[in-house]
């Protein structure tokens, strides 16, 4: 009890209202020698009497008027006499004397804002569904503690009514929220969140600051309590169950399909690459020798003119052989006729220049399309590598090709390579040309710092 002693004055009994008990979160004063719900004298409290709050605790008078109830609250520290200037209220209650000692009718309640509650729940065993395969759920239960105390203490009591409140049944109603609110928030993580329903144990933390975001807001709203923290202890998947069992096997069989289509992508992809980079090298191979080729030919453009004159006449030549025959030409019905060899030899003659002419003028158009080209240097063609898998040899395949396998994961440092001038097979982070393709590790930092630069003095 609260009353801690009673003093006279004017042939009264005044009261010394306070609280004592260690812990409580809300806890009733009653006057000395009263009985609980007998009758209305429990609630009796002598005008003079005195008032002691507790620093973090808050006193809440209530009183009965004819248009209903009305509080007043008094926040600790406070130890004073009880006035009507620390208790506006009473001036306006109808029906009471306040004269001498006569007592005025009010239930005292004392609120613990200090009190930091911690309550444990635990989830049974719930049926938790992976999205994409709704016929398998999986046995989970969940166990942790939540801790929360009063802030708002005028929302708290208008959402409790202080006179009938329990402890006890308040800490269940929590634990019921709590519960429904955690089951929730783990049933809905792999839909939501991504989360795998096998993967579940291994995402305490992740799945714990879903739940406190969720319940702060609802516990405030619902009971109107802080909670200052969520602590999921454990989740456990009941791995011997149907369900745990026939998910774990149609998730295996996907993930296997899965990287078998990518492996067989990967594979297409560098093939397709390969091929590509033996078009590209065979195109490159004939446009150098077509460009050497003209190149060439402009270096010796004055003998490839007298090569293309001597051509001509020699088909001019032919021409004039032929010009006899079926007695064409001939004089008197044999021999050669004179007038028809000098136009031979006219016509001869005017297409071989012609023809040297336009030789002249394809060879400076080619000559100046070569310095062009000169200033390009031509590709580097990189060596090419066999990799073994499997024990058998694969490709060859570039440096270009190799990179996009390490991306891939499909190429290593440990894997075996090969390439024309190896006397054997060798690790591929033993070559010195493929190194720079795998990822890099910065070298330790040292601790001496005797080896830093020192800054000079200003």
């Known amino acids: 009890m609260a009353l801690l002693g009673r003093k006279q004055n004017g042939g009264g ?22 009985v609980q719900g007998a009758n209305r004298k429990e609630n009796s409290i002598r005008w003079g ?3 002691r709050v507790k620093s973090g605790s808050v006193a809440v008078f209530v009183y009965t008027r004819p248009d209903g109830n009305s509080m007043d609250f008094i926040e600790g520290p406070y130890d004073g006499i009880l006035k009507t200037n620390n208790l506006p209220v009473i001036t306006g209650l109808l ?26 729940f ?19 239960a969940v166990r942790g503690t939540i801790t929360f105390r009063i802030t708002d203490y005028k929302g708290f009591i208008a959402l409790h009514r202080l006179e009938n409140f329990s402890m006890g049944i308040f800490q269940e109603q929590i634990k019921d929220a709590v519960k429904r609110y955690v089951k929730a928030a783990v049933s809905n993580a792999p839909a939501e969140n991504g989360i795998p329903v096998v993967q579940l144990e291994k995402k305490i933390s992740e799945i714990n600051n ?19 923290g969520v602590d999921i202890g454990s989740i456990e998947i009941d791995q011997s169950s149907d369900g745990y069992q026939k998910l774990m096997a149609v998730t295996q069989t996907l993930t296997t399909q899965t ?25 490159d191979i004939k446009e ?14 004055a003998a490839y003119q007298t090569e293309a004159a001597e051509r001509v006449g020699v088909a001019g030549a032919e021409g004039l052989g032929k010009m006899g025959a079926g007695g064409t030409g001939n004089v008197g019905g044999g021999g050669i006729n004179p007038a028809a060899m000098m136009a031979g030899m006219a016509v001869g003659s005017s297409i071989g220049q012609n023809l040297a ?23 580097i063609i990189s060596a090419s590598y066999h990799v073994a898998v499997n024990g058998q040899p694969t490709g060859p395949f570039d440096i270009a090709t190799l990179s996009q396998m390490v991306a891939a994961g499909l190429f290593l440092k440990e894997s075996l390579v090969w390439t024309a001038g190896m006397a054997q097979w060798s690790k591929a982070e033993e070559v010195n040309e493929l190194k720079s393709i795998f990822p890099q590790n910065p070298p330790p930092i040292p601790n001496d710092n005797s080896e830093m630069p020192s800054v000079p003095s200003t």
Not at 210 to 228: A, I, P, T
Not at 259 to 282: F, W
Not at 293 to 301: I, P
Not at 357 to 379: A, E, Y
């Open 13 to 34: 009994i005044m009261d010394v209202i306070r609280c004592d008990e260690p812990s409580y979160l809300i806890w009733k004063w009653h006057p000395e020698g009263s």
């Open 49 to 51: 009497s005195s008032l």
């Open 95 to 120: 029906g009471l004397a306040y004269a001498g000692n006569t007592p005025f009718q009010a239930e005292v309640y004392f609120i613990n804002l200090a009190q930091i509650i911690q309550t444990k």
């Open 122 to 140: 635990a989830v049974p065993f719930f049926d938790v569904f992976d999205p994409r395969f709704l016929d398998f759920g999986v046995p989970t």
């Open 210 to 228: 879903l739940v406190e975001e969720k319940l702060k807001d609802r516990l405030f709203n619902d009971f109107g309590v802080n909670v200052s």
């Open 259 to 283: 990287l078998q289509a990518q492996t067989e992508v990967n594979i297409k992809e560098m093939r397709d690459s390969q091929q590509l980079g033996v078009l590209q090298r065979e195109t």
């Open 288 to 301: 150098g020798a077509y460009a050497r080729h003209k190149q060439t030919q402009s270096a010796n453009l």
């Open 357 to 379: 002419g336009n030789m002249n003028n394809m060879m400076g158009t080619v000559s100046r399309q070569d310095v062009k080209q000169q200033t390009t240097p031509p590709p």
